[in-house]
């Protein structure tokens, strides 16, 4: 018969150790959650919405490029099918007056071998006949070869056609992944933004606009000193504590994206009420009649490259920022630019020291 015992009891030295391993976990927990990384403060926030926001605008340029890449495909296209289609009609007519030879031979006994050849596929296998053109006379001859000529030319067009439109495909595969990592960056800079109360966010706003008065101030006291005690000049005038635009069309320019002040960062934008940096350059020397080219990478060699140093510069020149060109902005004078930041700024004045001057731009 089988034993039913009753389990011993846990002894007292188990019940200590389960109790010691019990409260060991649950200290443990406590630990870890103590130790869990904590909510970042609103200057680490800002900091990683800088850094996102710079990351936005390198792609914001890549995005600039493929655009107008793009738009040359889409044009370089369009007119090789008008070309395409021009010279389809003109190998049409060509065979169509080869046709009517072979008519003529028809209604008189029939198509000889020669001219079938004329009529082949492949004009080149008639030519290549030893003797064949002895065997038809000049006019017939001078046909074929311009038919074989012609057609050789709406061959080429049609493979050029093919592989531009194999590039605007690839172009704007790239176009689309470029505007996606610019609003994924931007999207994860908001995400951050959200983290913080309304006050934090309303104090960051506010730091953002005492940036600008201060840099705006700033340019407007190296005004009055640089001109004893009289107000800031007119637009397009002298640039504040520094000397001449380097000519009229700089002049006009600087008077134009001044005339743009508190006007909203887009990415992608080039006026006349949204810009991004390089836009911003771009509309602006339009209305000097200077075409400049779309990227800050571009406008970065649209001129004379006169280094770094600031007191080199003068109004209407364009001033690089980072080693990769991924922003640009266009001097005012007082060491100060007037520039389009970012996503959530305005087009305003602000240090240029401050953002890491890697090139003066003379156009």
């Known amino acids: 018969m089988a034993s039913h015992r009753r389990p011993k009891p846990a002894s007292r030295t188990r019940i200590t150790l389960m109790t010691a391993a019990a409260a060991t976990a649950v200290a443990l927990s406590s630990q870890a959650g103590a130790h869990a990384d904590p909510a970042p403060t609103k200057d680490e926030v800002k900091t990683q919405v800088d850094q996102l926001n710079q990351q936005a605008e390198v792609a914001t340029e890549k995005l600039n490029a493929a655009t107008e890449k793009e738009q040359a495909l889409q044009k370089q296209v369009g007119s090789l099918q008008d070309q395409v289609a021009r010279q389809q009609a003109q190998v049409s007519t060509i065979q169509g007056s080869l046709g009517e030879i072979a008519a003529e031979q028809y209604r008189n006994g029939g198509i000889s071998p020669t001219v079938q050849l004329m009529l082949s596929a492949s004009p080149d296998s008639f030519l290549t006949q030893a003797g064949a053109v002895n065997q038809i006379g000049t006019s017939q001859a001078d046909a074929l070869k311009t038919l074989k000529d012609e057609q050789h030319k709406l061959d080429d067009q049609k493979a050029e056609a093919q592989g531009k439109l194999a590039e605007l495909d690839a172009t704007t595969k790239s176009l689309k992944a470029d505007k996606d990592d610019v609003q994924a960056k931007l999207a994860k800079a908001q995400a951050l933004l959200d983290t913080l109360t309304q006050q934090e966010r309303d104090a960051l706003a506010a730091a953002e606009a005492k940036a600008a008065a201060d840099a705006k101030a700033a340019a407007n006291q190296a005004t ?10 007119t637009l397009g005038t002298p640039a504040p504590g520094s000397a001449a ?22 990415y992608g934008a080039a006026g006349p009420n949204n810009f991004d940096c390089s836009g911003l350059m771009q509309w602006a020397y339009a209305q000097a009649g200077v075409t400049l080219p ?25 001033i690089v920022f980072g080693a990769d060109a991924h922003h640009i902005g266009m001097y005012v004078g007082g060491g100060q630019v007037v520039h389009a930041p970012h996503t959530g700024a305005v087009v305003r004045y602000e240090s240029a020291s401050t953002m890491g001057v890697s090139a003066i731009v003379r156009v």
């Open 224 to 233: 009055d000193r640089a001109s004893r005690g009289t107000s800031r000049p």
């Open 245 to 266: 635009p380097g000519s009229s069309f700089a002049a006009a320019a600087l008077a134009a994206a001044e005339s743009k002040l508190g006007a909203d960062y887009v």
């Open 294 to 318: 779309r990227t800050s990478q571009e406008q970065a060699h649209a001129g004379t490259n006169l280094g770094t140093d600031l007191a080199n510069a003068k109004a209407g020149d364009l």
